[in-house]
């Protein structure tokens, strides 16, 4: 049998035409989509898998003995498969499927690290977090008496490692950081920092909302404990997401929420707890949502990981250089290695007033703060425009980004 | 007959109405806001601020004689500018001409994309306070 033949790097644009959303106007002018990291857009072979699997296949999963709810049960754990290879998990018990990455951090937050911690104990954070990433924390340490620490970035917007690394005491029970900063897109170096991790006996929780839609990923080789993401950031349905957790981990915790389909058995007495994954996930599933994901991670391997990356990172560093060159831009975030996202600040102009001029031209971008304050704290403004670029984007979206930014500037001169 | 806010909204519209192109019109917009009168420091307080908007937005009432009398400003070009069309509208109006007067203009200045929450830049935010206030005020009288 031959191999479907993996698509050229050249060719990772023309991906554009399998996104039906993209080829509309907004006031006037054809859409230029740059929010892909708040939301990506999702191509036609996972919109059509979500509405076949509503036509044709419905049902609940795991219970019934009839036909559709074999084939609802198949496509649901079929997803499940798909993604324990995406992400190279050592087995489908690893793969709990979840809202998205807030859900998923929030699970380890209290049924991983709430039974076991203490007053005295630390949480290690960076200062880098999305909301997401630190709020779940937050409300930890104020039902347990642990202590938040945050680790401080430089001003390119990385961790400080050395301050990082030396935070990483005896006292600290779980290390959280983000794989690829959504404000700043930032890359951290997670597999040394979380060697050094492992060396301190101290388990790695990484944020991957912003990881896994543009590198490639393979959790044994990073060697996590858990690894949180969301589905509508890879281009499948919003609600979904996943939580990757060493299979020993998740053996040791008790569920997160109590319901149907996360039980053995059920008597007033004592109830058994369903094995992994599915103790973790009460009630009925996310199923058509979940289908949806298992089509994105279909679509983004016929393109390949690695080549969306490559590509990516050329548009990217051509997007940079673009922007750059603008007289009264500031761009804020400018670390060594980084994906796909550049914030940036024009002259005085408010972002959110910058964001109304762009919109006004068909470039969607996203203003504010980004669920990640205490970024913007550190480099003392309220907010940034923020261009986020996936891999359906091209150099004429950036041409566009760059001609409706000059016109924003004529506009408040 | 036409109350006062009608009859500046009329104004307003026709005034508006000079501009066939998105940009003349925001750059008027833009304008307007930089003319706003001074806001000064010490009412830029966390109870003057309204909630809920992208940018920082301070805004104040004041009853005057029966007539209620608004100041307002923003740290964003376009929302200032949505303020000073507000204060032209409604600052020095009695309040029943306030609440009698349905806010047309935000349609006929295709200012629609800035009337939902979700946008969170505050116009919507700001005709509620700026309604409230005659609300309260008429209960008061």
Redesign the interface.
Same mark, same amino acid.
């Given at each position: 049998m031959s191999q479907p033949q993996p698509r050229t790097a050249s060719s990772v644009a023309d991906c554009r035409a399998d996104f039906p959303i993209l080829e509309q106007c907004i @006031?006037g002018a054809p859409l230029v989509y740059l929010d892909s990291a708040a939301s990506a857009q999702q191509p036609a072979a996972v919109i059509d898998a979500v509405a076949r699997y509503q036509r044709e296949d419905h049902a609940n999963v795991h219970r019934g003995v009839h036909t559709l709810s074999h084939r609802a049960t198949e496509a649901y754990e079929g997803a499940r498969d798909k993604l324990r290879d995406f992400i190279n998990a050592a087995s489908r018990r690893e793969i709990v499927f979840t809202s998205g990455t807030t859900e998923s951090i929030n699970l380890v937050a209290q049924s991983y690290c709430r039974p076991r911690i203490g007053a005295g104990d630390k949480i290690l954070i960076t200062h880098l977090e999305h909301h997401a990433n630190i709020v779940p924390w937050q409300i930890l340490c104020e039902q347990t008496g642990a202590e938040l620490l945050v680790a401080p970035i430089d001003d390119a917007g990385q961790v400080e490692l050395d301050a990082l690394l030396a935070m990483m005491t005896d006292d600290v029970f779980i290390l959280a950081i983000s794989h690829v900063s959504n404000a700043l897109g930032t890359i951290s170096p997670i597999a040394d920092i979380i060697a050094t991790a492992k060396e301190r006996g101290i388990p790695v929780l990484v944020d991957g909302a912003q990881g896994v839609p543009h590198l490639a990923i393979d959790v044994r080789a990073l060697d996590c404990d858990f690894y949180a993401f969301s589905g509508h950031k890879m281009f499948g349905p919003t609600g979904t997401g996943v939580l990757y957790g060493r299979e020993s981990l998740l053996d040791a915790m008790p569920p997160y929420q109590g319901g149907g389909d996360m039980i053995l058995e059920v008597s007033f007495e004592a109830t058994v707890y369903n094995e992994l994954p599915y103790k973790f996930e009460a009630g009925t599933p996310n199923i058509s949502g979940c289908v949806g994901l298992g089509a994105a991670v279909d679509y983004l391997q016929s393109v390949g990981m690695q080549r969306i990356a490559d590509y990516e990172h050329e548009l990217h560093d051509y997007m940079v250089a673009e922007l750059k060159a603008i007289d009264g831009i500031r761009l804020i975030g400018q670390a060594t290695e980084k994906a796909s996202v550049q914030s940036f600040l024009l002259d005085d102009?408010?972002s959110? $007033?910058l964001g109304?001029?762009l $919109?006004?031209q068909g470039v969607a971008i996203r203003?504010?703060h980004h669920c990640a304050m205490p970024v913007m704290q550190h480099f003392g403004i @309220?907010?940034t425009a923020r261009a986020s670029l996936a891999l359906y984007n091209n150099e004429d979206d950036v041409n566009r980004l760059t001609e409706a930014v000059l016109?924003a500037k004529q &506009?408040?001169a | 007959m036409t109350n006062e806010v009608e009859a500046a909204q009329q104004e307003l519209i026709d005034d508006f109405s000079l501009f066939d192109d998105?940009?003349d019109r925001?750059?008027y917009l +833009?304008d307007l806001g930089r003319r706003l009168p001074e806001f000064p420091e010490s009412l830029r307080t966390e109870e003057n601020r309204i909630r809920g908007c992208? @940018?920082?937005v301070w805004f104040v009432a004041e009853e005057k004689e029966g007539r209620l009398e608004f100041r307002a400003i923003s $740290? %964003? %070009? +376009? &929302?200032s500018g949505l303020i000073a069309v507000l204060l032209r509208l409604y600052s020095g109006r009695y309040p029943q001409d306030i609440i009698d007067t349905p806010p047309d203009f935000v349609k006929a200045l295709q200012l629609e @994309?800035h009337l939902s929450p979700t946008r969170s830049?505050g116009l919507s935010s700001m005709l509620t306070a700026i309604r409230g206030f005659a609300a309260e005020a008429l209960q008061a009288a």
């Open positions: @006031s102009i408010h959110h $007033d109304t001029i $919109d006004h203003t504010g @309220s907010g016109k &506009v408040f | 998105w940009m925001y750059q +833009i992208q @940018s920082q $740290d %964003a %070009a +376009i &929302v @994309s830049n």
